[in-house]
């Protein structure tokens, strides 16, 4: 069967190789074999699989302009909470946000300290009836602590326990060593100029500019690695090209951030509506929102009160004489 699968360099030998195996082991009757050869095409595993990712891909853009547009408000007072607020996507920020709100069912004791290392025992209240015990060590030369529970360790977020810890030793911003990068906001995927079907149409200029740079860049460096000479000459180059091209950012950056005043609007052109087409048939009514037709019910009772009062102010100044010969000659 491994001959039939690897070596069937096309669909009719596939074929011919499949029925001879199915009769010279007498498989032909044999469903799951059937169900096997059914499902040989990997077309729909591909699109499958390409379907996949797109969704993965919309929903990560979902994620990356909520972290960057909106903000969860901080549980407590703590400036770490903040310094984490500012820094982790918003789903690692929850996390470590259910960890600040555990701190309130901790207790904190410090056993011992010497030379600037201590040791706590953290007691946290599980349950009425329940308190365990952790101990959490913390060195403010290095500025460093750990918990016998190791939740940093595990998930790479600081546990409640070391969090109770630092807030006993009123730190107001904990070491870069707990920030991990790979749960920042401004970390820069490199999968992101993977070619994809999903892609949009304004990336593709973006996506082959990095193509030609990744290109020309990967000849340089086997060019300059045969020597330590070379490799110092390309080092030199790139940082004055890096030092040129922050320079021209910054210059675009502050040119391009107009601000309401310095904007000119009379030379802003004047958008006109697009000429209109007669269309064939009869028009179809809009169907008005509710704030158009109360206006629109408002108005119309107006102008019928108007009309009345009209019809009342002009029988008032006609003569009584007029108005029963009008009657007469009606009713004649």
């Known amino acids: 069967m491994s001959h039939v699968v690897w070596n069937s360099h096309s669909k009719d030998s596939f074929d011919r190789n499949w029925n001879d195996f199915l009769v010279n082991f007498g498989l032909a009757d044999n469903k799951w074999l059937s169900d096997l050869y059914e499902d040989r ?13 797109g969704s993965r891909e919309q929903a990560e853009r979902e994620s990356d302009a909520a972290d960057f547009h909106t903000v969860i408000p901080c549980a407590t007072k703590s400036p770490i909470e903040t310094q984490f607020q500012d820094a982790y996507t918003q ?12 701190k309130a069912n901790c207790i904190t004791r410090l056993k011992n300290s010497a030379l600037g290392y201590s040791v706590y025992e953290v007691g946290e209240q599980v349950s009425s009836s329940i308190l ?6 913390y060195d403010s030369v290095a500025a460093e602590v750990k918990c016998q529970c190791l939740l940093f ?9 070391a969090l109770s810890v630092l807030s006993f030793e009123q730190v107001s911003q904990v070491s870069p060593r707990y920030i991990l990068e790979r749960w920042s906001k401004k970390v820069k995927r490199r999968h992101t100029h993977i070619k994809s079907s999903h892609d949009e149409p304004l990336m593709e200029p973006r996506s082959k500019r990095f193509d030609q740079l990744v290109f020309r860049s990967q000849n340089i460096c086997e060019f300059a690695f045969e020597s330590e000479e070379l490799t110092a000459i390309l080092h030199r180059a790139y940082d004055n090209v890096m030092a040129e091209m922050e320079a021209v950012k910054a210059k675009r950056k502050g040119t ?24 064939r048939g009869r028009p179809k009514n809009r169907l008005g929102s509710k704030l158009e037709k109360q206006i629109a019910n408002a108005t119309k009772k107006k102008k019928t009160k108007v009309l009345s009062e009209v019809n009342v102010m002009f029988f008032k100044s006609v003569p009584i004489e007029f108005i029963f010969l009008v009657n007469c000659l009606a009713n004649a």
């Open 41 to 53: 095409s990997l077309i729909q595993f591909v699109k499958q699989y390409d379907n996949c990712l």
């Open 91 to 102: 789903a690692k920020f929850r996390e470590v946000q259910a960890q600040f709100r555990g």
């Open 132 to 137: 365990d015990k952790f101990a959490v060590t």
């Open 153 to 161: 360790e595990s998930r790479g977020i600081l546990c409640r326990h």
């Open 256 to 279: 391009s951030s107009l601000s309401h005043e310095d904007a000119n609007l009379e030379s802003i052109n004047e958008l006109q509506s697009p000429p209109r087409i007669r269309t």
